[in-house]
């Protein structure tokens, strides 16, 4: 298994611009968490999902963040308008059937400027 | 906050040497878990214990919890180079999939 796949690994924009951060799970599994990770904040849980549904999303910073799941093999982040303060390392987890173990895939390196 | 606490925040020692790393937390918990993040890398999961469980082991790793002191402890033994890296507990507080992390504890070590 490729474990959890993120695209982009980088992206560089400037504020006021649209982001899309992706995801593709671990086949099978059955939750899929959006976590970022700040030298500030250190890692904090934005939303997670269970079987495609949004379980917990009350550490999505506010409207201009958004997240999907329209399936089992895909999930999206979304912030629009960007923010220079949303420059952080977002990651996306996996954890699947009986185990409690997450998955963290590789990170997407966001920079705003 | 529901978050754990971590000491030391970062911790150097000599190749060879044993690294401990203790957590804290606030509210009762399912189970805790450890994991580890090299530098510029997603998070791995290391070892996980119950909230019946006080010790258990893996490897080079021992992890200790106790529940009336609401913390756990990561001992590292005969510590490596390769384990330079930040380490992170993360705890389970109900049956659903959320783990809260801690701030983690960057070690360092020197070969």
């Known amino acids: 298994d490729a474990g959890v796949i993120q695209s982009p690994r980088h992206e560089v924009t400037e504020m006021g611009q649209e982001v899309t951060l992706r995801c593709k799970p671990i086949s099978g599994h059955d939750y899929l968490f959006w976590y970022r990770q700040t030298m500030m904040r250190g890692l904090e849980l934005l939303i997670y999902f269970n079987n495609n549904v949004p379980i917990d999303d009350s550490g999505m910073p506010e409207d201009r963040f958004s997240a999907k799941m329209p399936n089992a093999s895909f999930s999206t982040l979304k912030i629009q308008p960007s923010e220079p303060r949303d420059s952080a390392v977002y990651f996306c987890?996996?954890?699947?059937?009986?185990?409690?173990?997450?998955?963290f895939g590789p990170g997407t390196r966001l920079l705003v400027l | 906050s529901q978050q754990g606490e971590e000491d030391p925040q970062a911790l150097s020692i000599q190749e060879g040497e044993n690294a401990t790393m203790n957590c804290s937390y606030k509210?009762?918990?399912?189970?805790l878990q450890w994991y580890r993040q090299n530098s510029g890398r997603g998070l791995v999961h290391l070892i996980l214990?119950?909230?019946?469980?006080r010790e258990k082991h893996s490897g080079r790793l021992r992890v200790t919890l106790d529940t009336s002191k609401k913390s756990s402890s990561l001992l590292i033994t005969a510590s490596r180079a390769a384990d330079t890296a930040s380490y992170f507990c993360?705890?389970?507080?109900?049956?659903?999939?959320?783990?809260?992390f801690g701030q983690g504890t960057e070690l360092s070590v020197k070969p």
């Open positions: 509210t009762s918990i399912n189970n």
């Open positions: 214990i119950r909230s019946n469980e």
């Open positions: 987890a996996t954890r699947g059937g009986p185990g409690e173990t997450q998955y």
């Open positions: 993360a705890t389970n507080y109900n049956q659903g999939g959320k783990l809260i």
